[in-house]
């Protein structure tokens, strides 16, 4: 990864340089660390923590799940083959494949190979645990240290990935010395769930804690940026209320900044509506909203007026009102539930026997505002 050269960006070097030294020291080789979305988590992987580490002697692998939810093990072995053997990417996943020969299916291999290739999905599945065993010993062969930095890891929790997970964690206890990995997510629960569950294969691997997130330090330092540039200075009063209004959210608070510094004869208290109207609408609510089922919304509904116990008789009786329907079964609230803290929707995580809660605390302000499931 290259130095950042956005004048934006709000530089931690003491943050990522203390993870680093937490591998240096030889007392864990994983950690895990959890944000919500938007929160700056992934732009300080990728700008400071993966720089920082190629400054020390590492070699750095980053790949962020979200980007293939169906393919992790392809983009594990991708990250880590371009980390350790960048030019020779083309030829790792050639040899890979030459014995496979069904040229049909519908799953395309990464396309930075130059070529083309498509798999029946059955033998592309297979096809991703070699691809992560070959990557590690391609890394064994540089002689050094290696830091993976695994973004939106908790798509490694899904039940469909689990020979996936099996096999990086059997190939990762083995190179604990030489290869340093930081799970990081924007779901606690799905990681929490990845590392203590006694099934799962990264069962007790990992410590998993809260990103330290971004305060009046990170909107001083943008208030100064946006000095150099804008007429009218922005009062720092105003920018931390701004922020304040926005949860704290980073990228949201850029957003405000956009705002204002394209139209600041229109003042910072403006600049915040609009800001404010783009975050529940740009962020896709409607759109997930409109996604779900029927039954799907009715529970999100149920949790976002605080229902506490979404198994009981209350809770179903309420469901019945809100679907308009008396046929409604005890285990519709169940199946919903499955769905809704799912791997592919996450919008919810349990906090104890039948009581949740929302992933997105501005998702549930969303949907506590409306008045029906239609």
């Given at each position: 990864m290259s130095e950042p050269t956005d004048p934006w960006h709000f530089a931690r070097p003491d943050l990522a340089q203390a993870y680093l030294q937490v591998f240096d020291l030889g007392l864990t080789s994983a950690r895990g660390l959890f944000a919500r979305r938007r929160?700056?988590?992934?732009?300080?992987?990728?700008?400071?923590?993966l720089p920082a580490a190629l400054r020390a002697g590492y070699q750095a692998a980053y790949t962020n799940l979200w980007d293939d939810t169906e393919h992790p093990g392809q983009a594990l072995a991708t990250a880590i083959v371009l980390a350790t053997q960048p030019k020779g990417l083309g030829k790792f996943w050639d040899d890979l494949n030459r014995p496979i020969n069904k040229i049909k299916g519908g799953t395309i291999l990464p396309?930075?190979?130059?070529?083309?290739?498509?798999?029946?999905?059955?033998?592309?599945?297979?096809?991703?645990?070699?691809?992560?065993?070959?990557?590690?010993?391609?890394?064994?062969?540089?002689?050094?240290?290696?830091?993976?930095?695994?973004?939106?890891?908790q798509v490694l929790a899904a039940p469909e990935h689990t020979a996936i997970a099996h096999s990086l964690r059997a190939g990762l206890d083995i190179r604990k010395a030489g290869i340093k990995v930081l799970f990081a997510g924007s779901s606690e629960a799905a990681l929490r769930q990845m590392f203590s569950r006694a099934a799962a294969p990264f069962y007790n691997w990992a410590p998993l804690e809260p990103f330290p997130l971004l305060g009046q330090a990170f909107v001083e330092s943008t208030v100064r940026q946006l000095a150099s540039v804008a007429r009218n200075p922005l009062k720092m009063d105003d920018a931390l209320e701004a922020f304040a209004a926005l949860k704290e959210t980073p990228e949201f608070f850029r957003w405000y900044i956009e705002r204002f510094l394209m139209y600041q004869q229109q003042g910072p208290e403006q600049a915040?509506?609009?800001?404010?109207?783009?975050?529940?609408?740009?962020?896709?609510?409607?759109?997930?909203?409109?996604?779900?089922?029927?039954?799907?919304?009715?529970?999100?509904?149920?949790?976002?007026?605080?229902?506490?116990?979404?198994?009981?008789?209350?809770?179903?009786?309420?469901?019945?009102?809100?679907?308009?329907?008396p046929d409604v079964t005890a285990s519709a609230p169940r199946t919903s539930i499955r769905r809704l803290t799912g791997a592919r929707l996450q919008l919810m995580a349990r906090v104890d026997h039948g009581a949740y809660r929302f992933e997105d605390p501005e998702f549930q302000t969303w949907v506590a505002a409306r008045r029906t499931i239609d």
């Amino acid at each position: 990864m290259s130095e950042p050269t956005d004048p934006w960006h709000f530089a931690r070097p003491d943050l990522a340089q203390a993870y680093l030294q937490v591998f240096d020291l030889g007392l864990t080789s994983a950690r895990g660390l959890f944000a919500r979305r938007r929160m700056g988590k992934s732009e300080f992987l990728k700008h400071d923590l993966l720089p920082a580490a190629l400054r020390a002697g590492y070699q750095a692998a980053y790949t962020n799940l979200w980007d293939d939810t169906e393919h992790p093990g392809q983009a594990l072995a991708t990250a880590i083959v371009l980390a350790t053997q960048p030019k020779g990417l083309g030829k790792f996943w050639d040899d890979l494949n030459r014995p496979i020969n069904k040229i049909k299916g519908g799953t395309i291999l990464p396309a930075t190979i130059g070529a083309t290739l498509e798999l029946d999905l059955a033998e592309k599945e297979k096809a991703a645990v070699p691809a992560i065993q070959a990557a590690l010993l391609a890394a064994d062969k540089t002689k050094k240290r290696l830091l993976l930095v695994i973004d939106e890891a908790q798509v490694l929790a899904a039940p469909e990935h689990t020979a996936i997970a099996h096999s990086l964690r059997a190939g990762l206890d083995i190179r604990k010395a030489g290869i340093k990995v930081l799970f990081a997510g924007s779901s606690e629960a799905a990681l929490r769930q990845m590392f203590s569950r006694a099934a799962a294969p990264f069962y007790n691997w990992a410590p998993l804690e809260p990103f330290p997130l971004l305060g009046q330090a990170f909107v001083e330092s943008t208030v100064r940026q946006l000095a150099s540039v804008a007429r009218n200075p922005l009062k720092m009063d105003d920018a931390l209320e701004a922020f304040a209004a926005l949860k704290e959210t980073p990228e949201f608070f850029r957003w405000y900044i956009e705002r204002f510094l394209m139209y600041q004869q229109q003042g910072p208290e403006q600049a915040l509506q609009y800001t404010l109207a783009r975050v529940h609408d740009d962020t896709g609510y409607v759109r997930v909203w409109k996604e779900l089922g029927r039954a799907d919304r009715a529970v999100l509904l149920l949790a976002a007026r605080g229902v506490q116990d979404l198994y009981s008789a209350p809770a179903l009786k309420q469901l019945q009102e809100l679907m308009d329907s008396p046929d409604v079964t005890a285990s519709a609230p169940r199946t919903s539930i499955r769905r809704l803290t799912g791997a592919r929707l996450q919008l919810m995580a349990r906090v104890d026997h039948g009581a949740y809660r929302f992933e997105d605390p501005e998702f549930q302000t969303w949907v506590a505002a409306r008045r029906t499931i239609d």
